[in-house]
């Protein structure tokens, strides 16, 4: 496609299930960046790729979040036993090159938004 | 610790009035992004400024980096209803990789 997708693109659970969010990038791009977002708030960073490993995962707020991006395109970010906390919007971005050099512009997806009841 | 503050947090001003919001940090910053998120929508990129000093312009839009490399701002002119939104600058940390971190972002809006 042409811009960042993610799926599912609305998810409400329950407290204590797992929950996976998918983010398919733009074609080509290497970085691939994680945020979320709360109501009223700047986008909180996450975890960033570049390629298939994890650059920098001092976003994640502990060990119940993992993402992976195991052939450097699609990226799933998991959530095990889901805190009413965890409600929030997860933005995917992805961008051609590191950013602070030419083509190192995020470009955001849609966003899931995770309810957790 | 937030390490990117963003001030006002909400700029209420009247059609073809002016706008500015600011971007501080208090470690040098190897460049900064704006974006600009409208009611609903996701964050899109603006621009990017990466020297010491820069200043770019796009339209009423004017785009500053001091000239320390610790703060950022961004001017728009004779604002627009098409402007509403929140904008929200993002930092590279020097020697901190490659994570942008956001501000709180700018809330914008504008009466007709």
């Known amino acids: 496609g042409a811009g960042v997708s993610q799926t599912p693109s609305n998810k409400v659970t329950e407290k204590g299930k797992y929950v996976e969010l998918r983010c398919d990038p733009i074609s080509g791009h290497t970085a691939l960046y994680w945020y979320r977002q709360s109501l009223g708030q700047g986008p909180e960073f996450l975890i960033y790729?570049?390629?298939?490993?994890?650059?920098?995962d001092s976003g994640l707020p502990n060990d119940r979040f993992f993402a992976v991006r195991p052939e450097g395109s699609v990226s799933t970010l998991k959530i095990q036993r889901t805190e009413r906390g965890d409600s929030a919007v997860y933005l995917c971005?992805?961008?051609?090159?590191?950013?602070?050099?030419?083509?190192?512009?995020?470009?955001f997806g849609e966003g899931s938004r995770l309810t957790v009841l | 610790g937030q390490q990117v503050m963003q001030i006002p947090q909400y700029q209420h001003v009247q059609e073809g009035e002016d706008f500015t919001t600011y971007c501080n940090s208090s470690?040098?910053?190897?460049?900064i992004q704006w974006y600009k998120q409208r009611p609903g929508g996701h964050p899109v990129f603006l621009i990017q400024l990466v020297k010491s000093g820069e200043v770019k312009k796009q339209k009423r839009l004017t785009f500053q980096f001091g000239e320390a490399k610790k703060n950022s701002s961004l001017h728009i002119t004779a604002t627009q209803t098409t402007d509403v939104g929140t904008y929200f600058c993002?930092?590279?940390?020097?020697?901190?990789?490659?994570?942008?971190?956001f501000g709180q972002g700018t809330e914008l809006s504008v009466k007709p």
């Open positions: 470690t040098t910053l190897s460049n």
């Open positions: 790729f570049q390629g298939t490993g994890a650059a920098d």
């Open positions: 993002a930092a590279l940390i020097y020697n901190q990789g490659g994570k942008l971190i």
């Open positions: 971005a992805s961008s051609l090159g590191r950013a602070g050099r030419p083509g190192g512009e995020l470009f």
